[in-house]
């Protein structure tokens, strides 16, 4: 099998200064990556995370009286898949 390089994130937005937040939040996008390696693992020969990038942007008001935040989380994985389908074909013409 071959494997191939695929890229997959997920942010989380929340209200600036709110620390439970932003715990759950990460919470939340570490319990993801454990899901999604779960997932893959059931239709994959082979997964191995290349690359793993925590990011965030800067407090953005959302109201009057309301600034947001977000975090992220982007992971690079190295799958081989057990199966592909191809719809053109394996010489990429359809028929």
């Not at 997920?10 to 996008?29: M, P």
């Not at 793993?52 to 407090?59: A, I, K, L, N, V």
Request: net charge neutral; aromatic share 12%; charged share 30%.
């Amino acid at each position: 099998m071959k494997e191939k390089l695929h890229f997959f994130g997920e942010y989380v937005q929340f209200l600036d200064g709110d620390k439970i937040a932003e715990d759950e939040a990460r919470l939340y996008l570490t319990l993801w990556k454990k899901f999604l390696i779960q997932k893959l693992n059931k239709d994959c020969y082979r997964v191995e995370i290349v690359d793993e990038q925590w990011g965030g942007r800067d407090p953005m008001m959302i109201s009057c009286l309301a600034q947001c935040r977000q975090i992220c989380l982007r992971l690079g994985i190295k799958v081989s898949f057990k199966f592909e389908v191809s719809p053109l074909g394996e010489d990429g013409i359809q028929r």
